[in-house]
């Protein structure tokens, strides 16, 4: 299985960006790198994903190194709401059927 | 509607019980998804439907029964299950096969306690 690595945790405060690491030295040629958040008591919800071109969306953006075996998420101004575990996810493929592999996720503090 | 719900939200449940966990998403996707959570530990995957039909077993034991009655409903059947399996029971679901990227909805859990 593929597998990513990041820290245990980050703390950041309030309206100041946030750059969130991850490596995936593994990943194969044609895999995406996909981000979730899992807020408190809450399932993770998806944040944002990309193959090889750095991607934005309305929540954050990801910066893909270019041999793709790190990637880092920006949130750009963290509020109190972004406080959560971020994982980043790569896929793995069994009988044609793709099933995520979580990496231990980055618990983010967001400090007012 | 884009949400995944899970009934009942906390189950407590003896050895000897036979319980069943519900899921049930309207957003027309065809794969649907269990994962275990323990406590601080990222999610890990125990099943996966593609079009109603079991394509992924990650090894779960067998007191643990998935079942898919239609491609909008997911069970999970529990029988004399151990007090190692207290977590978070996560369902989620995705468009499957035919999609060039399926993003996962997940539900909010149901929280198992095993006594």
């Known amino acids: 299985d593929a597998k990513t690595t990041q820290p245990n945790s980050m703390e950041s405060n309030e309206e100041e960006p946030v750059h969130l690491p991850c490596n995936h030295s593994?990943?194969?040629?044609?895999?995406?790198i996909h981000w979730y958040r899992q807020l408190p008591s809450q399932g993770p919800e998806y944040v944002i994903h990309g193959l090889t071109s750095n991607v934005n969306n309305r929540m954050a953006s990801l910066a893909i190194a270019e041999d793709r075996k790190s990637s880092t998420l920006i949130l750009h101004r963290a509020t109190l709401r972004d406080a959560a575990v971020y994982y980043c996810?790569?896929?793995?493929?069994?009988?044609?059927?793709?099933?995520?592999?979580f990496g231990t996720g980055t618990r983010l503090k967001v400090l007012a | 509607d884009t949400e995944v719900t899970q009934t009942p939200k906390h189950l407590v449940m003896g050895m000897t019980n036979k319980k069943s966990l519900k899921c049930e998403q309207h957003m027309g996707h065809r794969a649907m998804y269990w994962y275990k959570q323990k406590a601080k530990k990222p999610p890990e995957l125990m099943f996966v439907y593609s079009y109603e039909k079991l394509s992924i077993n990650e090894s779960v034991p067998s007191r643990f029964s998935p079942e898919c009655p239609n491609s909008s409903l997911l069970n999970l059947h529990l029988h004399a299950l151990q007090p190692e399996d207290s977590a978070l029971y996560l369902c989620?679901?995705?468009?499957?096969?035919?999609?060039?990227?399926?993003?996962?909805?997940f539900g909010p859990g149901t929280r198992l306690t095993v006594l």
């Open positions: 996810i790569l896929r793995d493929r069994v009988s044609g059927t793709y099933k995520y592999i």
């Open positions: 593994t990943i194969s040629g044609t895999d995406y």
């Open positions: 989620a679901s995705s468009h499957g096969r035919g999609f060039t990227y399926n993003e996962q909805f």
